[in-house]
């Protein structure tokens, strides 16, 4: 796209958006909203609080979140379960609750991961 097509372009577009800020700023329902909110801030200012010192009064909990973060609280992972495996070989033993053992590597190495998972006792 030519650089005076990208202009003409982003020039509609804010032609657009203040077209529609107009609009906006005759609707009432804003009009009391922006009130609302310089009377609130006016009046936090008066008393030396702030609006996180509001959201605080009124939901402590609030205040510890961090702000993308959900209300729920997350669930606690299942364990994961102890996994033995038998070396016929040699009978050696390994247990592990997950896949990165030395030992266990090395068997996958040599013999195949799907022999060695033969192997597996529990």
Same mark, same amino acid.
């Given at each position: ?26 609707d ?11 009377? /609130?801030? $006016? /009046?936090?200012?008066?008393?030396g ?7 605080n /009064?009124?939901? =402590?909990?609030?205040g510890?979140?961090? =702000?993308?973060?959900a209300?729920? =609280?997350?669930?606690?992972?299942? $364990? ?7 070396? =016929?070989n ?22 195949? $991961? ?9």
């Amino acid at each position: 796209m030519s650089r005076l097509a990208e202009y003409r372009k982003l020039e509609q577009q804010l032609a657009e958006q203040l077209a529609e800020l107009d609009s906006m700023k005759s609707d009432s329902g804003l009009q009391r909203e922006m009130d609302f909110e310089s009377k /609130l801030r $006016a /009046l936090l200012g008066e008393f030396g609080f702030s609006l996180q010192n509001v959201i605080n /009064l009124l939901d =402590p909990q609030a205040g510890r979140r961090s =702000p993308g973060a959900a209300a729920a =609280p997350k669930a606690a992972r299942k $364990a994961r379960e102890v996994k033995i495996y038998k070396n =016929p070989n040699s009978g050696e033993l390994v247990e592990t609750k997950g896949g990165n053992h030395r030992q266990l590597k090395e068997w996958k190495t040599e013999f195949g $991961a799907d022999v060695v998972e033969a192997w597996r006792t529990q």
